[in-house]
């Protein structure tokens, strides 16, 4: 079992930048490849990007590529997603993941972080 707890959500106005963070429960976080979802109100849940166990890929849909960028420390067992140039339309429920697959399957959830961006 891995426990995801996100964190450094809030309200910004847009334009701005906030970044998140998932710390996870075990040492063998470095095994695993990591990603963020979020959902906002009304939607499915929506796949914002994935990284790496070792960190050195990165994979984010057009949505958010070149505004936001996830990174890892493996020495902290944290994950963390930078995000600039926010939109109101990013305003969602943040949750990091254990993903398990190449089609984004996941095998743990956070239990999610809000992210408000006002126009």
């Known amino acids: 079992q891995v426990q995801l707890v996100e964190s450094g959500g809030g309200l910004v106005q847009a334009g701005g930048s906030l970044r998140l963070s998932c710390a996870a429960s075990?040492?063998?976080?470095?095994?695993?490849?990591m990603g963020w979802f979020r959902q906002a109100p009304g939607k499915e849940r929506e796949f914002v990007g994935a990284i790496s166990w070792s960190g050195g890929s990165t994979y984010y849909p057009d949505s958010v590529k070149g505004r936001f960028t996830i990174s890892r420390d493996n020495a902290k067992n944290t994950m963390y997603l930078q995000m600039n140039s926010l939109k109101p339309e990013d305003t969602a429920v943040y949750y990091c993941?254990?993903?398990?697959?190449?089609?984004?399957?996941?095998?743990?959830w956070g239990q999610g972080t809000q992210v408000t961006v006002s126009s």
């Open positions: 993941a254990v993903i398990v697959d190449s089609s984004w399957s996941v095998a743990y």
């Open positions: 075990r040492r063998t976080f470095s095994s695993y490849g």
